[in-house]
């Protein structure tokens, strides 16, 4: 049985009601005008809430992962942009504090924790999609620096980030092999954003694609140098992406239950033939089978986010999460959008932004293909 704790109970509290009363009626407000939330932004940084899994000996509040997704959770139930900072800034400090060296983490990862560096993650272009090591971006050593020449796509938060951390081909290589990560100051001389338009959701989030042309990288930004004979620059960062790909996992629980808790309380108000739509049993049994949908979900995501805490992380299990709960909600928040009829097909309605929000989530952190392809892999491996 998985059960929180006082102190994880209590944070958790927290979380919802700054969620609850200072993010909800605002969420709409990113999505009409794209802009980047930076109200929020200011009020997570406030709080701390930038640095939760980031070790105290760099200014973060050393929490596990159980603990950074229930706030992450609570902030999804009303505005994912929001909760996609929050969910951001687990991701890179953690293979930093993984991978990197002890120069990096002290120049970098403070300042993450404080909310005063946000990092992007480059590693998707054009041709590596799924296929990630099939990326084509060039790492080569030249005195001090590496030239970094290449291009990223659907690059999160790229125009808003001041740093990029870079997948590269280190050296002739193919495949996972002769693959590294660097960190690059955005402001490098020849970068070019450009921000991908008329995005579906998350509108205060932009993706970008990002041009290196001979950009230079100090050596000491290596974070993982890639070596042509060996693919740990690839495999050694993956870990901390089955943890955050559950993450995605949490993000998708949180905004199933945002939508659910719109629809059960609009169902007690709204009467058609002479009843409540909460009486009828047609409707009940939707929302029956959206609670076990939901339920199950959490219990796969918090499992696989506790055995990451408890030191035996599970692959097989963080894939299986991440497929249940991203699936999941695409149904549950588009039930719950049939049950307002046609005021849900409005944007005034939040649920018509919940149903855009939620469907990159099946895409992104791995597809929901690629992960059945990892689990198919370990059904088969004995
Ligand atoms: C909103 C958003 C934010 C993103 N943020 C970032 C980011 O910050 N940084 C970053 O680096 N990337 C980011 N991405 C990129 C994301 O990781 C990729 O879109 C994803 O990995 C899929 O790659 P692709 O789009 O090239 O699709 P493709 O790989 O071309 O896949 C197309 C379809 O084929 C399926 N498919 C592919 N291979 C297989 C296979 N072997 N078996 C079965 N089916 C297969 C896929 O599941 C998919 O349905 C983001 C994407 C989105 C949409």
């Avoid at 042309?213 to 000491?220: F, I, K, L």
């Avoid at 049993?281 to 949908?293: C, K, S, Y």
């Avoid at 199950?296 to 986010?305: E, F, I």
Wanted: proline letters at 3%; one cysteine or more.
């Amino acid at each position: 049985m998985f059960e929180l704790n006082e102190q994880q109970c209590s944070m958790r509290d927290a979380a919802r009601k700054l969620a609850q009363t200072e993010f909800k009626d605002k969420a709409h407000i990113w999505d009409d005008t794209g802009d980047f939330p930076y109200e929020n932004h200011a009020r997570l940084k406030e709080l701390g809430y930038l640095g939760l899994s980031i070790d105290e000996k760099y200014g973060g509040s050393g929490l596990g992962m159980v603990d950074t997704y229930l706030v992450v959770e609570e902030i999804a139930k009303v505005c994912m942009t929001t909760a996609l900072l929050v969910h951001d800034q687990n991701v890179i400090p953690g293979i930093i504090a993984r991978c990197a060296s002890e120069d990096i983490k002290e120049k970098y990862l403070k300042r993450v924790a404080q909310g005063e560096l946000h990092c992007s993650i480059c590693w998707t272009e054009p041709e590596a999609g799924s296929d990630a090591t099939a990326l084509r971006t060039t790492a080569v050593r030249d005195g001090g620096d590496y030239i970094i020449n290449g291009q990223k796509v659907f690059t999160s938060f790229g125009d808003h980030a001041d740093m990029h951390f870079v997948y590269a081909r280190f050296g002739e290589s193919k495949g996972a092999k002769g693959i590294g990560v660097l960190l690059m100051d955005a402001k490098s001389e020849g970068i070019t954003v450009q921000t991908l338009p008329k995005k579906m959701g998350t509108r205060g989030c932009h993706e970008c694609e990002i041009f290196f042309d001979n950009v230079r990288v100090p050596v000491e930004n290596v974070v993982i140098e890639g070596d042509p004979k060996s693919s740990a620059g690839f495999v050694k960062p993956l870990m901390v992406y089955n943890g955050t790909r559950v993450g995605m996992g949490v993000m998708a629980l949180g905004v199933a239950e945002g939508a659910f808790d719109l629809a059960r309380d609009y169902m007690k108000t709204r009467k058609q033939f002479g009843q409540r739509l909460a009486d009828m049993q047609g409707l009940q049994w939707m929302m029956a089978d959206m609670a076990i949908q939901i339920e199950s979900a959490r219990l796969l995501c918090y499992q696989a986010l506790a055995l990451f805490d408890q030191g035996a992380p599970n692959p097989y299990l963080s894939s299986i999460a991440k497929v249940q709960a991203t699936e999941m909600a695409q149904k549950v928040v588009h039930d719950c959008q049939q049950m307002f009829g046609g005021y849900g097909y409005f944007g005034i309605n939040p649920i018509e932004r919940m149903v855009r929000d939620v469907r990159m989530l099946t895409i992104t952190g791995g597809t929901t293909q690629v992960q059945k392809n990892s689990i198919a892999r370990h059904i088969f491996s004995n």
